[in-house]
């Protein structure tokens, strides 16, 4: 029961955004083109339908992405973390993929150079790209 | 089309419409701020479900994975049941003596985290539980703050009240950083990643290495060592399971066992960093640095007060998303620099044959000694 009403409740924002979003962009439209023919006239009040125009489509698009924004569906992507492994006799260093059991300061396999066992000496994350994201949560991608 | 004006009836609408917008917004723009914060908060709460829900799933498939029989009970509900877990804190009316009443409930508090897991994993050694701990201790975070926003949502909705859901609109950018931030955690947490937070163990943990270790209290290990002449004592939460462990408590038995005779007590810690400040940068100061409810901050405090002791505070900045999110390179670099400056400290604070205690504060995960 309160499903179908939700529902129906939902059913109809939907529709009442539409409709107003129609309506709107019929009024801004007109307003656009009025402005606009007023300027080719000559007319004084040209720029003032314009800006009325130009504003009205403007709370379209906000409003719009305002909407769109809620639809978003959040996932969770994998963060790449490494391990840098070090040998201490000889001070060769390589990075590999993080494996479960992992722990900085802990003793892995041995140096492929001088046969001594390496340490694990840093744990870290990939370089999340700035430009990309600007959200600290680097795992949640739209 | 005609341009709007006086002998166009289209435009006569139109304006009439127009100014109709005009009056509706005078009276129904409240109304209508009050809706576009609703839906910013429902927006939010969307991304808090995803968040707490993706919480719970890692719990419960973390539980999983260190369980030796397959044919175990399902940890869903018991996870679901821990999920609603509460703390109460202790009456501040007479607020005398408040500091032990807090650190009671909170060891019984760990405590309970600890056997819940037991039950639920049974199998599990003292790094996982420890580091079970943290997962469903973020989840039990995300679950509150989540609820948190859909009464103050729900609230809104049903009074259409606008100061009740200014009041939570305003503070949504802070909270929802705060919920991403221990969203980040929870990944480092079940795989035993180390954190930002855990700047200062690194430089102990590091100091710790080939020297022989014990533990002074749960958790908490320490190691003694001598540079340039001086005695020091060294001290973390126990790795590389998640903990904190309780360095207060050790630094107060060290400094009553040596009856005071101790030249300083350096503490390292993560601090929060201003923006506008480098991630990973290090400065130094006086002081107990040390977050977190304010019991071994109170203890240190207490015992340094008593055989005035001098403490010295060194920090590794980053944000509150870093400190509990996998370190970054960045505070690897710091924790060099501040390595650096723990034994400039050492050599320039104190004399041959001082005794100095070095603690490493912060959470341990993924860090070992």
Redesign the interface.
């Known amino acids: 029961m309160m499903t179908e009403r939700s529902n129906r409740a939902s059913l109809t924002s939907v529709l009442v955004f539409i409709i107003s979003m129609i309506v709107m962009f019929v009024i801004a439209s007109y307003f656009i083109y009025s402005g606009y023919t007023s300027f080719l006239e000559g007319r004084s009040d040209a720029y003032y339908q314009m800006l009325i125009g130009i504003a009205s489509m403007a709370s379209i698009v906000y409003v719009a992405v305002q909407y769109r924004a809620r639809s978003i569906k959040y996932k969770m992507k994998e963060l790449k973390v490494f391990s840098k492994l070090e040998s201490e006799e000889c001070g060769y260093s390589t990075v590999r993929d993080f494996l479960k059991g992992d722990y900085v300061f802990k003793t892995v396999e041995n140096c492929p150079k001088c046969d001594a066992p390496m340490t694990i000496t840093r744990i870290y994350p990939e370089k999340k790209d700035e430009k990309k994201s600007s959200s600290p949560l680097q795992w949640l991608a739209p | 089309?005609?341009?709007?004006?006086e002998s166009d009836p289209?435009?006569m609408i139109?304006n009439v419409?127009?100014i109709g917008?005009i009056v509706f917004s005078m009276f129904y723009g409240q109304k209508i701020q009050t809706w576009?914060m609703l839906?910013e908060i429902?927006?939010a709460l969307?991304?808090l479900t995803?968040l707490k829900n993706?919480a719970r799933n890692v719990s419960i498939k973390s539980i999983k994975a260190v369980r030796k029989k397959a044919d175990q009970e399902d940890p869903s509900p018991r996870v679901d049941h821990f999920l609603e877990y509460f703390t109460i804190m202790p009456v501040t009316l007479d607020p005398s003596g408040i500091v032990p009443k807090i650190d009671h409930i909170l060891s019984l508090r760990e405590d309970r985290f600890e056997d819940e897991i037991r039950t639920m994993a049974p199998e599990a050694d003292e790094i996982q539980i420890n580091n079970l701990e943290g997962v469903l201790e973020v989840s039990v975070d995300l679950n509150e703050i989540f609820k948190v926003v859909r009464h103050f949502y729900l609230l809104g909705r049903k009074t259409m009240s606008l100061y009740v859901i200014m009041q939570v609109q305003m503070q949504l950018p802070l909270i929802m950083?705060i919920a991403?931030?221990y969203?980040?955690a929870l990944?480092a947490f079940a795989?035993?990643?180390?954190i930002g937070d855990g700047a200062g163990p690194?430089v102990v943990?590091?100091m710790m290495?080939e020297l022989e270790k014990k533990e002074v209290v749960k958790d908490t290990v320490l190691s003694e060592t001598s540079i340039d002449g001086r005695k020091v004592i060294l001290i973390k939460a126990k790795?590389?399971g998640s903990s904190v462990g309780k360095p207060g408590e050790a630094i107060q038995r060290i400094i009553e066992e040596n009856k005071g005779k101790v030249s300083s007590i350096i503490m390292i810690d993560a601090a929060a960093k201003l923006e506008g400040e480098e991630t990973g940068s290090t400065a130094e100061g006086i002081g107990s640095a040390i977050g977190g409810y304010g019991v071994e901050k109170y203890k240190i405090e207490e015992v340094a007060t008593k055989y005035k002791v001098p403490l010295e505070a060194v920090v590794v900045k980053q944000?509150l998303?870093?400190a509990i999110?996998?370190?970054?390179?960045e505070i690897?670099n710091g924790v060099d620099i501040a390595s650096a400056r723990v034994r400039r400290l050492i050599q320039e604070r104190t004399k041959e044959g001082d005794t100095v205690i070095v603690a490493g504060i912060g959470n341990s995960v993924?860090?070992?000694?």
Do not use: N, T
Request: proline share 8%.
């Open positions: 089309m005609a341009p709007a004006g289209i435009g139109m419409l127009w917008l576009m839906r429902s927006g969307d991304r995803f993706e950083q991403e931030a969203f980040a990944k795989d035993g990643q180390p690194l943990g590091k290495l790795g590389p944000l998303h870093e999110s996998p370190m970054l390179e690897y993924g860090i070992g000694q």
